[in-house]
């Protein structure tokens, strides 16, 4: 998703309330769907809304709270109970709240008595087809594999033996993050380092919505090039700027990445990270939940291929 797209979609999905409570089956499971990758990176997977469906679904791994479109919600008949307001960069809306009884990613289900966001996803350049998005408050209950190349999502859920099959370093996240006192849950943030930029770590979070490497910062120093781009708000747009320049290096514990592109943005959407990192940028990414790791590009044991 180019850099625009994914700060209109940050727009609308930055709510002020907390992420949904929910719960995942506790016997060991584990499923297999395929997603299709539309506009570069984005990735649609296919979601059951209490039971109907399969609907496309945006996968944002950057996204505290999964959404639903207004015109869905209708279509279901889902129950209104309240309201909640979106905060973007430079303005904010109110929004209904919808009761969901359970989603479903390929027999992956998990209930909920909390609410949904509902809002028309208006966002340019999203297919017209996706009906939502599916953010960490689902994706939390499993350990999940994303694999580009074989375009396929592997959820598990309860004690099973992908973390354990799967082999590679384990870079340790972050699953919540606290910011002048406040505390944000359904993270998904790493630490890295680029040498380029100074001494210090960053801390990025694993976002499946972007498609450049993304910091939240004034300048990238020498070699950077500025450029106009168009900052979306949802109730209005302005031109904004932004850098860019490619880095030497981008380690990842052990892993690193040459020769990369990188974007800065002085609008800072997220006050608990620096950062987005794509996890387009493997070719595939395991998230453990449970572990409170991920592996970057692993590979299978003999037993499991």
């Known amino acids: ?23 995942a089956s506790p016997a060991t499971t584990e499923t297999t769907a395929k997603i299709k990758i539309v506009k570069d990176s984005m990735i649609v997977v296919p979601v059951t809304v209490n039971g109907s469906g399969p609907y496309d679904f945006l996968l944002d791994t950057g996204s505290t709270n999964s959404m639903l479109d207004q015109r869905l919600a209708d279509q279901l008949t889902l129950r209104r109970e309240g309201e909640a307001t979106v905060v973007g960069f430079r303005d904010s809306m109110t929004v209904s709240l919808v009761h969901v009884d359970s989603l479903a990613v390929a027999g992956a289900t998990v209930t909920s008595k909390d609410f949904f966001l509902s809002t028309y996803v208006k966002v340019p350049n999203l297919p017209s087809e996706v009906r939502g998005v599916l953010g960490e408050d689902y994706l939390q209950n ?35 993050r606290t910011v002048l006192g406040e505390t944000s ?10 040498s380029d930029l100074g001494d210090n770590s960053l801390s990025l979070l694993i976002d499946s919505g972007a498609n450049n490497l993304t910091l939240f910062r004034e300048n990238l120093g020498i070699g950077a090039n500025a450029q ?13 700027m932004m850098e860019t320049r490619i880095v030497n290096k981008l380690s990842l514990g052990k892993r690193e990445v040459y020769n990369l592109a990188v974007i800065a943005v002085r609008d800072r959407p997220y006050q608990d990270v620096d950062g987005l990192i794509p996890t387009s940028l493997f070719h595939s990414i395991f998230i453990s939940h449970r572990g409170r790791f991920v592996i970057l590009n692993p590979s299978f044991s003999k037993a499991s291929r």
Do not use: W
């Open 1 to 23: 998703m180019s850099l625009i797209r994914r700060f209109n979609l940050i727009s609308l999905l930055f709510a002020c309330f907390s992420s949904l409570s929910v719960n």
């Open 142 to 176: 499993f350990d999940v594999l994303i694999d580009y190349r074989r375009q396929v999502i592997r959820l598990e859920s309860g004690f099973g033996s992908m973390a354990e099959s799967l082999k590679g370093e384990h870079l340790p996240i972050e699953l919540s």
């Open 185 to 194: 849950f359904g993270r998904l943030v790493v630490s890295g380092h680029i």
């Open 228 to 240: 106009p781009f168009v900052n979306v708000g949802i109730k209005s747009t302005r031109l904004s």
